[in-house]
């Protein structure tokens, strides 16, 4: 017998109302060799669905592909989804390469496995909110939403 599950998201309206003239856009990124994607996929259509503009990379990213690809699309966030155990190499590295590009006013944010004291660590760096698997997905919006209501409302 097969037996389907189905679920469904049931994002809150006020999270879809825009304060913005335009759609917030935000890059999603797999950077290095990690190639697990679906929570990077889940993040992108979720994003998607709350009303913003989601440019998904897709796999295998380098730092520098990341932040030329955010700079081209003009966006207000980058979102990072890392497993692989190489966030303090790769936030480092791409924090350092949007200072070099002129995006200090574009938000910095991911998930994935990264250990508390680490999320500290990039925090003080310059990285916004970090997010644990298992983060309800309207969290995720309300963050990228206020943040960008706050910091690039233009």
């Known amino acids: 017998m097969l037996r389907v599950t189905v679920l469904f998201f049931n994002l809150d309206k006020r999270i879809m109302t825009s304060k913005l003239n335009r759609p ?76 070099e590009k002129g995006l200090e006013n574009v938000l910095i944010t991911g998930g994935g496995i990264i250990p508390e004291e680490d999320m500290s660590t990039l925090k003080q760096m310059g990285v916004g909110e970090l997010f644990p698997p298992g983060t309800p997905m309207t969290a995720i919006v309300e963050y990228i939403q206020n943040w960008t209501f706050q910091n690039r409302n233009y």
């Open 24 to 99: 917030i856009r935000v890059l999603v990124a797999k950077v290095g060799l990690d190639g697990h994607d679906r929570g990077a996929k889940v993040i992108a259509t979720t994003l998607r669905d709350a009303g913003m503009e989601v440019i998904y990379t897709g796999l295998r990213q380098s730092p520098e592909m990341v932040v030329n690809a955010a700079l081209q699309e003009d966006v207000d966030a980058i979102g990072i989804s890392i497993l692989s155990g190489a966030h303090m190499t790769v936030f480092p590295k791409i924090i350092r390469l949007m200072e």
